[in-house]
């Protein structure tokens, strides 16, 4: 089915499809990070003079990365999964899970202890550092869960709607 569907026209192909949504939800994501939020906070992503201290998205600056992680990373990962009858919402839950349990780790009494055992795991690590560091100077925040949760179940809509402008196209 989705080999049929991706030699008709690149657009068509629902793994385009999938990656597509998910490059442009992390592009968003990115965007949120240059324009508000504190460079030093990203260590992955460099400031651009240009945008910094816009605040293009206001208070939804605040919990918007949290709804595009589980999002885009959902569908980069149903896009791997093999062609199949049915969607990979699989895939949604285990990114809700992982941004679930990272932000429950950001919370107090909780961050510190996680750290230590990161630290006693992985040794003075650069991965360590930067985990404990997030962990460490991060928020568990209700409106992050509740915008995980969101971002899953968004994935999981559009898997769906694929899924079935897939098989309605096969027929």
Known sequence: MREAACTRAAWRCPTAQLVAAGALALALGALVYLADRN???AALIPTVPALAGLQLFGTAGAWLPSLLHP???SLFTAA???PGARPAYWACAMWWAVNIAFEIAQAPGVNADVAGALSQL???TGLA???S???L???CDVADLVAATAGAVAAGAVLRFIHLRQT???R
Do not use: K, M, S
């Open 39 to 41: 460079p030093a906070h």
């Open 71 to 73: 999002f885009a990373f």
């Open 80 to 82: 791997l999964a093999p």
């Open 122 to 124: 992985l040794g003075q």
């Open 129 to 131: 550092n930067a985990l």
């Open 133 to 135: 560091n997030y962990l």
């Open 137 to 139: 100077r991060g928020t």
């Open 168 to 170: 309605r196209h096969a």
